[in-house]
């Protein structure tokens, strides 16, 4: 066996297709509306970025290693345990944590079909096998998922509301499905867009978590708190995966500006309130509207709506023509969607212009 002539990355590795995100910039376009990320129309509380300007006088030091403020105002804020709470840069962070910490060659996650890519990508960084379970009507199949469990199995990830479909598991659903599963096995339930779901059925996660050993909750601060570039994301989860994931984290994994943001932006409740209704009042609107014109659009619950082109259009040439009009859109082929764009629910004004240049795209009767 030769000696390798340069260093050698971990198997699986290599086997990774990089994550590419939504771009952000239409050359030769004066005014663009970024509608691929699934961010925010309406920014940050003023509250946060209030908080955030405060830090400007005192970044030589440290922040609080352990985010004790950050936990308890999380605490305050949907009556949870901070000591079960752990926070990252980003829920990201927080999932990868989890992949390193619980997967390892000739282990197994599973992963829906078109679930978020990170979780392949986690899975094959820890040198684990990543397991592809189908999913029914774009929507993850708790049978199909249960079917593909094995003794290797270690992690099923699970996006609620997943991206970029916008559908969601009832929790009686996620219930069955975390009663199938063997108690070695850890379920991730990835709730980064749960604060926009106006559904009965629904529930994030924290029942589980607080009732199980095995089971936990990831959230972000990125969608509807509008602190995307703070990289601020959060996990509920039993106290004996908390000490592993604290374990393993590192120590000022989360900066004292997007702390101070953080606390700020939890405890303004009507900005919440503000941006879900904005996306009470558009989702449907732009659902409709856009159906009206011949697009498949699948019911989503996010603040983003996934596009479904007819034979006779493609999504490369509709998403070159809204470009050319700064209107920035997202191809999901990545996702196994080749004729499909996302959308992000965006300002009044975006909404109607992405519309109005559809309905031109499309040849319909302005």
Aim: net charge neutral.
């Amino acid at each position: 066996m030769s000696t390798p002539t340069r260093p050698q990355p971990n198997p699986g590795v290599l086997d990774i297709a990089a994550y590419v995100p939504g771009k952000s910039s239409a050359p030769g376009v004066a005014r663009v509306f970024k509608l691929s990320s699934n961010e925010t129309p309406l920014g940050p509380s003023p509250k946060a970025i209030a908080a955030y300007k405060a830090l400007a006088d005192h970044l030589q030091d440290y922040p609080d290693g352990a985010h004790s403020d950050l936990r308890e105002a999380i605490g305050r804020a949907f009556g949870l345990d901070p000591a079960r709470i752990v926070c990252g840069a980003g829920s990201d962070e927080l999932l990868g944590l989890l992949g390193n910490a619980y997967l390892a060659p000739g282990t197994e996650a599973i992963h829906t079909t078109h679930g978020f890519l990170m979780y392949p990508i986690i899975t094959l960084g820890s040198g684990a096998t990543p397991v592809e379970a189908a999913e029914k009507n774009f929507t993850a199949d708790v049978d199909a998922i249960l079917a593909k469990v094995t003794p290797r199995t270690r992690i099923v990830f699970i996006a609620n509301p997943n991206n970029p479909t916008g559908t969601y598991v009832p929790f009686d659903e996620i219930k069955r499905l975390h009663r199938g599963l063997p108690a070695n096995v850890l379920l991730v339930l990835d709730a980064a867009y749960s604060e926009y779901v106006r559904k009965n059925d629904y529930e994030a996660g924290i029942e589980l978590v607080a009732t199980s050993e095995n089971v936990v909750m990831c959230r972000t601060f990125s969608k509807i708190h509008g602190l995307a570039a703070l990289r601020i994301g959060w996990m509920y989860a039993p106290e004996h995966v908390i000490d592993v994931i604290n374990r393993i984290r590192g120590p000022f994994n989360v900066s004292a500006a997007a702390i101070a943001a953080g606390v700020a932006a939890i405890g303004d409740a009507q900005h919440v309130e503000t941006s879900i209704a904005h996306n009470e009042r558009w989702l449907p609107w732009l659902t409709q509207e856009i159906s009206k014109l011949g697009i498949i659009v699948t019911p989503s619950v996010g603040n983003f709506l996934l596009m479904h082109f007819p034979k006779d259009k493609s999504a490369k040439d509709a998403d070159a023509f809204l470009t050319a009009r700064g209107l920035i859109l997202r191809m999901v082929s990545a996702y196994g969607f080749t004729n499909a764009l996302r959308m992000t629910v965006g300002t009044e004004e975006a909404n109607r212009l992405v519309v109005q240049a559809l309905t031109e795209f499309m040849g319909k009767p302005q």
